[in-house]
């Protein structure tokens, strides 16, 4: 069984800071949890992050945090989901989770036509179209044998921030959302429960409690 929350527009740092207590004081008895949330405006660099990434933040915040990869932005009309799983127990590695995660994306993209796949140099999802401008980022962390940290989906937002660093440490990349690839795209509950749905079956959950209440566990 997996708790799934939806927490709505949520600070970075709070959830962030839950994120690590949750992942601390979890033990072999904690069911595994996926957030679903919004984020305002943030950058957040990871952990071998370099400075000359982030070229004119304005301002955005900019956040240190102690997930893998470089940095990245997070904004309203993104789709944030948080992983926090139990590896050891699932019997699961991280690079399985990675290519679970690019996959469950690329399975719901599909549904709205959009062609998309992961990069063997650069982890994210990437559309087909184009100059296979970025459509979603990832970047993880294990603790105990535990993930936290996890996905973000461009759905329908502000893109020019992306022009304030090198996304995930490339100069150039393009990104792109689904508003940018598709004439009508869903809306964030459709898009988060099709999200939901996919990675709880493909993690291989049989069963999962949806909380709605906007609240961090306590």
């Given at each position: ?136 980022q990832l970047g993880l962390r294990v603790r105990k044998g535990c993930s936290f940290h996890g996905l ?21 990349m393009e990104v792109t959302s689904l508003h940018l690839e598709m004439k009508t795209p869903p809306s ?31």
């Open positions: 069984m997996i708790i799934v929350r939806d927490l709505g527009l949520a600070d970075y740092q709070s959830v962030w800071q839950a994120m690590q207590q949750f992942t601390d004081n979890r033990d072999h008895n904690t069911a595994d949890e996926i957030w679903l949330l919004q984020h305002p405006a943030v950058f957040t660099q990871g952990q071998a992050g370099k400075a000359e990434h982030i070229l004119a933040p304005g301002n955005i915040p900019v956040i240190q945090v102690d997930r893998g990869g470089q940095v990245t932005y997070h904004g309203p009309g993104q789709l944030v989901g948080y992983l926090l799983i139990d590896l050891r127990r699932k019997n699961i590695g991280v690079r399985k989770l990675v290519t679970t995660i690019e996959q469950a994306i690329v399975k719901v993209l599909a549904q709205y036509g959009i062609e998309a796949a992961p990069r063997a140099d650069a982890p994210g999802v990437y559309v087909q179209s184009g100059r296979g401008a970025k459509i979603a973000s989906l461009n759905l329908e937002m502000d893109l020019e921030p992306f022009q304030r660093i090198n996304p995930c440490g490339y100069a150039g964030y509950a459709q898009l988060s429960g099709q999200l939901m749905d996919q990675l709880t079956v493909d993690l291989g959950y049989n069963d999962r409690q949806l909380i709605s209440d906007g609240q961090l566990p306590s």
